[in-house]
């Protein structure tokens, strides 16, 4: 097959090489009729040139001045269509077209210098020179342009092109879903597609680094379309009040859309008249010593947030069961009516006679404060202040009269999807005091959490901005055991290097493993390429060029290949987003993956932003009540120490409880 190939390859050449010397023979004759005057007088011509002449005159073939002229071009022409030069990547059909050019207005122009005067060998050897210098301007244009490379590689630097995928454009909407318009690339042109999220209880996990509009462009239309659709919301605001501002008028406007009309409560620890009251360890919210247990490990975990990596250790244990006991202690005491974490600050901060005295009044937690009773009276202060001390120091940097009065108040239940008295709630962080209420807000979520994740109740929605400044034990589970409870979660993450620095390398992967909704913005490094593997990979054209002296061949592949890479997600810009949506069994999406700019009408969002109402005033508060509840609670403390003490004194049966060392 391969010499037939060659063989005919010759052969075309022989043709074609024919053909280009009969276009050389037919332009050599009409040179001779047409100049013949010119031979004769320089004595150039011959009896059988004379005679060939005459027998092509005769067919008529000079009949017409232009007719052999055309005759040789075309025949050059012809030779032209099979020329195969060695490909030059500099050849260009610009420099090959204007070397055409100039031949054909030579080769054909050169005709009117017979017009200019009578007839002399000048004016012949003009003629002919002009006609030859076209006809070899033609022939080497020609050759010029075959060594174009047709097939231009495909010019991309960042291979963006080739990295497009068809996206949805479908608008799939449901009771629960959130959707987002969207913008996208296809093969060099813009397309309008859409994020849909129809299933938000399989988690949503919202990445970006800081300006990449995570809260711009996805939390808040997860709010907006979350509230319209009549879910219970929670809401964790770490810079208040710019989410908590969103969701008060959202709710104004669209407490229509709800079957019993939800309240709205915030919390936050800077500006008490804008704040509601609620106690997180409401004695009827705890049903036994694990919720205690639980409330303990949390705010502990949120105040040394060091410690998460050392759970099981005897140093961290240790003071988590001492703060159960207090808190169980409380629950208990008096039907709970002293049930609140400033009331478990106080009681811990006591000496260790009167405070072990008091504990061992409740049977329930005789178990966990035995060790330390013990340590106590055998003298091992060592081992009793490592237990302790580090939860006690650590508790006490809540001892606040702000916190206190937050805390011991009571104006709401954190069961916000209640079907009865479904409610909106904001929490508000502060950056700057990041850690100290970070701790105070990981209880308030915690209890939120196990109230929320019940069966029964009504489509409920927790909002996380910067998930990792607050401390949530059993994330995972959440997500995975929210379903079927009509939970939907969403948390924004800078980064799953925060996440991990925060919670964990082991929760960080559990957590990003899970989720079945992701949407990211700008992110770098691990999470990028964890991301760009997640999306996967998408059939993308290659093409290789081979130049040599001979020929020059262009091979076309396809293979397999991310379909965003790791770099490309590492410089998207604000409002470009990445990322795959969770379908569900009775709604099927084939198109999942995304990587496409989320559309938000900045003129529309702007004027609403300016007609927004600011959370209104709940109460008129002054510094001396909050003072004044700061220095009862601390003075009911005593009074339960006191009372107690004396209950057991005057008891001879009790009196062996009372701890007197020495």
Known sequence: MGMQTGENQQGLRKILDMTRLMAVGVLGLHFYYYCYAFFKDKGLVSALTDRILEQVIKTGFFERFLISKYTALGLLLISLLGIKGRKNEKATLKSGGIRM??????YLGSFFIFHLKDYSEWIALEYMLLTSIGFLLILS??????????????????????????QEERLIKNEFSINLPTRYKLKGKIRAGWINMINPFRGLLVLGTPGSGKSYFVIRHVITQHIKKGFSLFVYDFKYDDLSTLVYNTWLQ?????????????????????????????????????????????ILMGLNRQWIKRQGDFFVESPINFLTAIIWFLKKYND???????????????????????????????????????????????????QIATGKIAMARLSSPQLYYVLSGNDFTLDINNPEEPKLVC??????????YGAVLSLYVNRLVKLVNQKGKLKSSLIFDEFPTI????????????????????????????????????????????????????????????????????????QSLTINSGDTSISKSKQLDSAVPPSTISSLSAGEFVGLVADNPDCKLDL??????????????????????????????????????YLQIKQEVKDIVHAEMQRLLRDPALKHLVVKKG
């Open 336 to 386: 709970g009516e002293y049930c609140t974490l400033p009331h478990v600050i106080e009681l811990m901060q006591l000496d260790y006679d009167e405070l072990f005295t008091v504990l061992r009044t409740e049977k329930d937690i005789e178990v966990l404060i035995n060790p330390f009773v013990n340590a106590y009276l055998n003298d091992v202060m060592e081992q009793l202040e490592g």
């Open 141 to 166: 244009a020609g050759t010029l342009i075959s060594r174009i490379i047709r097939q231009k590689l495909q010019i991309g630097v960042f291979n963006s092109e080739n990295e497009t995928f068809p």
């Open 471 to 542: 401390y949530l034990n059993g994330m995972d589970s959440l997500i995975a055991t929210a379903r079927s409870n009509q939970v939907a979660t969403t948390l924004g993450v800078q980064d799953l290097s925060q996440l991990k620095k925060d919670y964990g390398r082991d929760l960080a992967e559990v957590i990003m493993g899970i989720v079945g909704n992701v949407i990211s913005g700008q992110v770098t490094g691990e999470t990028a390429k964890q991301l760009s593997d997640r999306i996967g990979k998408i059939m993308q054209d290659r």
């Open 254 to 298: 669209n407490k229509k859309y709800y079957r019993v009309m939800p309240q709205f409560f915030v919390i936050n620890f800077d500006d008490l008249s804008r704040t509601h009251r609620c106690n997180p360890l409401a004695p009827e919210t705890m049903l036994d010593i694990t919720d205690a247990a639980e409330s303990a490990h949390t």
């Open 101 to 106: 050019g100039f031949g054909l207005i030579l």
């Open 427 to 436: 929490m508000g962080n502060n950056p700057q005091k990041i850690q100290i």
């Open 592 to 629: 999942k993956a995304f990587h496409s700019e989320i559309i938000n009408d900045h003129h529309r969002i702007k004027k609403e932003e300016m007609g927004y109402l600011p959370i209104p005033v709940i109460r008129d508060i002054s510094p001396s009540i909050v003072n004044r509840n």
